[in-house]
């Protein structure tokens, strides 16, 4: 029988550390992917493409991910996860290839996604609701600083000289010392209801299902191609992605649970506004920016709005079925990773012809997640998804 949770050994902390643990990992190969692609592998705008879409093939059959829990506990799973990430983002810099980068990013790729899966749908059934959004800013918190750690230490050994395939292999091993340690210290929690372990699509999900999608969508286009702005057109170094990337985790450790205070208090659906207004502006000065400053300005500013998303996380667990969140969150992760899938080869071959085309599908992107997220109700819960919802389906619903 699992012991009771006490002192530091609860759910709580757990997940602060899966939120730091991660970053280190993920954070290293994101600050130096695209220096090392361009640098030592001879990539241009249409590889980066391909290596993105390869990334993101993972996130879209992040589904698969039900089917393992018939085996694995969801917290063993998370672990597991976390360790695969890990390893391949340690091994990165050992295969400077076209090839090579498919592989290991694949590798970092099932990692991360299948992690991110287990982690989200933890969160959301560990956490009471009144909770989790600032519980979740306290864990962007954590991820910054971990992030800001990871940055500065590999913004001193590319100064220092050190090659990238030794920055490469700390940034992993961190992270698989941490998956360790968690292991081994932290006791298997109970879950509070038993999750459904086959995949489902309901339509009361359906106003969540379309922001996931059109969230994944808006968010790939700046993942994938405003770093690869800041190199291309500003020749910025690896030394300088990663001091911007520190800059930019300093602003979200300090920003993050202020921004989940702000979410609990708003609700969903004015905190998701906020964040697609702001996003439509911050798209379309990216489209035209010609100033090095200001498109680090616009960078930062971006992953503050982004921050905000967590809302969206928040509505589904006031509107689910307690024991659908897992097989929920593997079929959001998949919606989500559609449009990831898709998008950044045909982006990449378009950036050839027009940069800025690219952003602007972006703005407009977040222009039609505006529409959807003004559909949330001010006080969503089972039976009443949308503002639509007949009043019969909540009255329903209560009884």
Not at 247 to 265: D, S
Request: glycine fraction near 8%.
């Amino acid at each position: 029988m699992t012991p009771p949770a006490r002192g530091w050994r609860r759910p709580e902390t757990l997940l602060l550390l899966l939120a730091a643990a991660m970053p280190l990992a993920f954070g290293t190969w994101q600050a130096l992917i695209n220096n090392f692609a361009i640098e030592r592998a001879a990539f241009t705008g249409a590889e980066i493409g391909i290596l993105q879409s390869l990334r993101e093939v993972p996130g879209f059959l992040a589904f698969t991910f039900i089917f393992l829990l018939a085996w694995l506990r969801e917290q063993t799973l998370a672990l597991l996860a976390l360790l695969l990430l890990g390893a391949g983002v340690a091994v990165t810099g050992l295969l400077p290839s076209f090839s090579g980068l498919l592989l290991t990013t694949f590798v970092m790729s099932v990692g991360f996604h299948y992690f991110e899966t287990a982690r989200n749908s933890l969160t959301l059934q560990w956490l009471e609701q009144g909770q989790t959004a600032a519980f979740m800013g306290r864990m962007i918190a954590a991820g910054s600083a971990a992030s800001l750690l990871i940055y500065g230490l590999i913004w001193l050994l590319l100064r220092g000289g050190l090659p990238l395939a030794w920055v490469y292999a700390i940034g992993g091993g961190l992270t698989v010392a941490l998956a360790v340690g968690a292991w081994l210290a932290f006791p298997h929690f109970p879950v509070k209801v038993v999750q459904k372990k086959h995949l489902l699509l309901r339509r009361r999900y359906s106003l969540y299902y379309v922001i996931t999608f059109l969230a994944g969508a808006r968010r790939q286009i700046f993942v994938v191609f405003a770093g690869f702005l800041m190199v291309e057109k500003f020749g910025f170094d690896a030394a300088a992605i990663s001091l911007m990337f520190l800059a930019n985790m300093a602003l979200n450790t300090l920003a993050g649970p202020a921004i989940g205070r702000a979410i609990a208090r708003w609700g969903d659906r004015r905190a998701l506004t906020y964040e697609y207004l702001g996003l439509c502006v911050v798209f379309t000065a990216y489209a035209f920016v010609e100033t090095a400053w200001i498109a680090v300005v616009l960078y930062l500013l971006d992953h503050l709005f982004f921050a905000m998303s967590i809302a969206i996380r928040t509505y589904f667990q006031k509107i689910a079925d307690p024991a659908e969140i897992a097989p929920t969150a593997g079929v959001a992760f998949t919606i989500n990773h559609i449009a990831a899938v898709l998008l950044p080869a045909p982006l990449g071959l378009l950036w050839l012809v027009s940069p800025a085309s690219v952003f602007l599908l972006g703005a407009g992107l977040a222009l039609a997640s505006l529409a959807c997220v003004r559909l949330i109700p001010a006080d969503p819960q089972p039976g009443r998804e949308w503002i639509f919802s007949p009043p019969v389906a909540t009255e329903r619903a209560a009884a």
